[in-house]
């Protein structure tokens, strides 16, 4: 609490974080910008407000894009009071039903991959193939303000399963962490992310026993099931001797590099696992850069690129996506105005957070068309969906990929 009432300190109010805060670009309200977020949850664990429902909303209408952190003046570190205003909140309040519903789930690995695995089996119940693209609507009435977004199909055979057959010896020996998305959903980009390495030398294996990261449980002040799925994963991936754990989502590169370190510092045990996994993480973009990836032959594409938030502003990885697309496309690629802006997806802030979320990413599109691009790349599922929704809303058909599926098409072309 000392560290947190030192973080308060330092806000002067100035409102620098207004001027980069895609939510407060959208309402114009106060309480959903970081200067006022900061004054709520100081007057809560103070006793000054009460930990009222509608209190916790304003404190959950944040995409912890970072923007406001990185903007901040006297270098308020926002995300750690965020995190401690949610956990405050949800032990005072409790979780909601249904938030708890699935934490619980997704604390037991398998019973979440058996549901997943469902899902794909009947989301003809619940979705519909929209004719001419990519992805599925969900059937009319479902879920308010939801029925004309573009969602992308559950895969019959998940990444893990695919991966049986692709693995092979090499110089180095790599685990590979898929999360949800790539496993389940986007399995292609992972089928790509393993030839990009494999093409680079190394053997590459996926591990059988997959769970989330915990991010959605972490950042919903659910402590303990973040807690529980973490060490699920630390045990895992260390299980194997390998040189080096490769993501390829931003979010759970940015929780096997940091987040554990912060989440296990009162369990020693666990600390120094998640100190000795953080070493070996790397995104499949800075392993590459790291190596000297093999060049690729150039793809005639003209390409822009959205710098995923998680991947920019924590693990500062923005200079490696490009350096890997320009030798793909030479003087194809473009940048487009403030490719670092967030998209509004933000996990499950786009279930939750629909109309709003929606109302960024309408921006990002508009900034994406403005650059003449054939295909927009990017190095997050998470952003991938939020994209492919936001683009085909401006009735635009221009593809969305990720960075290792453009260079595994350049091997392809050599």
């Known amino acids: 609490m000392i560290e947190i009432q030192q973080e308060f300190l ?6 620098n974080c207004q001027a980069v805060c895609p939510i407060y670009k959208e309402t114009k309200m106060e309480a959903e910008v970081a200067r006022g977020k900061i004054q709520l949850i100081k007057g809560v664990t103070e006793g000054v407000l009460k930990p009222t429902e509608y209190l916790a909303e304003k404190i959950a209408t944040c995409l912890t894009c970072l923007a406001c952190q990185e903007n901040c003046p006297s270098g308020v570190n926002y995300e750690k009071i965020l995190l401690y205003g949610r956990d405050y909140l949800a032990k005072e309040n409790g979780l909601p039903p249904v938030k708890k519903a699935i934490f619980k789930v997704l604390r037991k690995p398998r019973l979440f991959n058996f549901g997943l695995k469902m899902a794909s089996r009947f989301q003809g119940l619940a979705m519909k193939k929209v004719k001419g693209r990519s992805g599925r609507k969900l059937r009319f009435g479902l879920l308010e303000d ?20 692709k693995q092979t010896s090499g110089k180095e020996k790599l685990l ?28 590459v294996v996926v591990p059988e026993k997959q769970s989330c ?56 045990e666990y600390l120094e696992k998640a100190k000795k996994l953080a070493e070996k993480t790397r995104d499949i973009n800075e392993y ?37 697309l320009k030798a793909v496309l030479g003087g194809n690629f473009r940048e487009m105005k403030k490719p670092a802006t967030c998209c509004g997806g933000a996990g499950s802030f786009s279930l939750t957070h629909y109309p709003l979320s929606k109302a960024i990413g309408r921006k990002k599109a508009l900034d994406i068309i403005e650059t003449g691009a054939e295909v927009v790349a990017t190095s997050c599922p998470g952003c991938m969906l939020q994209l492919n929704d936001a683009l ?16 595994a098409e350049g091997y392809k072309e050599k």
Do not use: W
């Open 10 to 15: 330092k806000c002067m109010r100035c409102g």
């Open 146 to 165: 939801h029925e004309n977004r573009l969602l992308p199909e559950f895969s019959k055979e998940t990444l893990v399963e695919k991966a049986r057959s």
């Open 176 to 203: 590979y962490f898929p999360g949800c998305m790539i496993n389940n959903v986007y399995v292609n980009v992972g089928e790509a992310v393993i030839d990009v390495l494999k093409h680079n030398g190394a053997q």
């Open 213 to 268: 990261c915990g991010t959605p449980a972490r950042v919903h002040g659910d402590i303990e099931s973040a807690k529980s799925l973490g060490r699920y994963v630390i045990d895992t991936y260390l299980a194997t001797d390998a040189d080096y754990v490769i993501t390829s989502c931003s979010t759970c590169g940015v929780t096997l590099r940091q987040g554990y370190v912060e989440l296990f510092t009162d369990e020693p």
């Open 288 to 324: 590459l850069v790291e190596k000297g990836f093999i060049r690729p032959k150039k793809l005639n594409l003209k390409v822009t690129y959205h710098d995923p938030c998680h991947l920019n502003r924590k693990l500062k990885v923005n200079k490696q996506p490009r350096e890997i």
């Open 392 to 407: 085909a809303k401006q009735g635009s058909n221009i593809r969305v990929f990720h960075v290792a599926e453009l260079l």
